[in-house]
C-alpha cells in the first residue's frame, strides 16, 4: 500500500508545470517595434521584421495579458496592434491633448451617413440626410482623413464615391467597421426615437477596399473636377 508520502508525490507530480513565457527575445523585439511604432501595426508587418519562425500572434497575445493590469494596455484596432492609455487612466492626459476643433452637426451626420452606406456619392449624402451638402463639410471630413474617395459611380455624370478608411476606425477604437452600433444598440444609446417605423433600417456597413460593380476608379486628376462631376450627378 502506498504510504502518505507516495500519494503526496503522486500529487506533486500530477501538478501543472507553471506556463513558461514564449521566447523572451521575440517578446521582446515585439515590444520594441509596437513602441517605437507612430502607428498601429499589422501582424502582417510585425511578420515581415522578425525571424521567420517567430509565432507573431502567440507573441501580441502574451503581451496584451502582460499588460492587461498596467498603465497601457495592448490593444488591437482595424486589424492592427497599438499601445493605448488604459481606459481608466485617460482622464489623466486630458491636460496633454490638444483641443480639437468640433465637427458640425452637417459633418456628423454626413461621417455617420458615409460610415453606414459605403461606397455613397454627395447626391446620396444629401438624399438621405434631406439637405443639401456642402463640398466644404466633406473636405473637413477628408482632412480628418476619416474619409476617403474610393472612386466613381457609374452613372451620367460619374461623381465620386466616399467611404471610411483606417484612421476612422482607429480614432473610435473600432476593429472593423461592422462594429459600429446597431438599430437596438442605437436606440439604447437615446441615439434614435424608440418609436422609430417598423421599416426603418441601419444597413450592415462594409468597408471593403474593393471597388463595387457600379465604381470605377479615380483617373489621375479626377480629384480637380469633383465638383463639376457631384453637380451634374445632383442636377
Not at 517595434?33 to 517567430?54: D, G
Not at 442605437?186 to 426615437?193: E, M, S, V
Request: charged share 30%.
Amino acid at each position: 500500500m502506498a504510504s502518505d508520502f507516495d500519494l503526496l508525490q503522486l500529487e506533486n507530480d500530477g501538478e501543472t508545470a507553471p506556463s513558461k513565457p514564449l521566447d523572451p527575445a521575440g517578446l521582446r523585439m515585439v515590444e520594441a517595434l509596437l513602441f517605437a511604432s507612430s502607428e498601429p501595426l499589422s501582424l502582417e508587418e510585425l511578420t515581415l521584421r522578425l525571424p521567420e519562425s517567430t509565432d507573431v500572434l502567440a507573441l501580441l497575445e502574451q503581451l496584451q495579458n502582460t499588460y492587461a493590469s498596467r498603465g497601457v494596455n495592448l490593444v488591437r484596432v482595424a486589424g492592427k496592434w497599438c499601445f493605448r492609455t488604459a481606459e481608466d487612466l485617460a482622464y489623466l492626459m486630458h491636460r496633454n491633448v490638444e483641443e480639437q476643433r468640433k465637427l458640425s452637426r452637417a459633418a456628423l451626420e454626413t461621417l455617420a451617413i458615409i460610415a453606414y452606406h459605403q461606397p455613397v456619392t454627395r447626391a446620396e449624402i444629401e438624399e438621405i440626410r434631406g439637405v443639401s451638402t456642402s463640398k466644404g463639410t466633406l473636405d473637413v471630413l477628408l482632412e480628418t482623413t476619416w474619409i476617403r474617395m474610393r472612386g466613381r459611380r457609374r452613372t451620367p455624370g460619374r461623381p465620386v464615391t466616399y467611404g471610411t478608411t483606417d484612421h476612422f476606425l482607429i480614432h473610435f477604437g473600432l476593429e472593423n467597421v461592422r462594429d459600429l452600433p446597431g438599430l437596438e444598440e442605437l436606440k439604447g444609446a437615446g441615439l434614435l426615437d424608440s418609436a422609430v417605423p417598423a421599416s426603418f433600417l441601419v444597413p450592415t456597413p462594409n468597408d471593403d477596399i474593393a471597388l463595387t460593380e457600379d465604381e470605377d476608379p479615380l483617373e489621375d486628376g479626377s480629384l480637380f473636377d469633383e465638383d463639376d462631376a457631384d453637380e451634374t450627378a445632383g442636377s
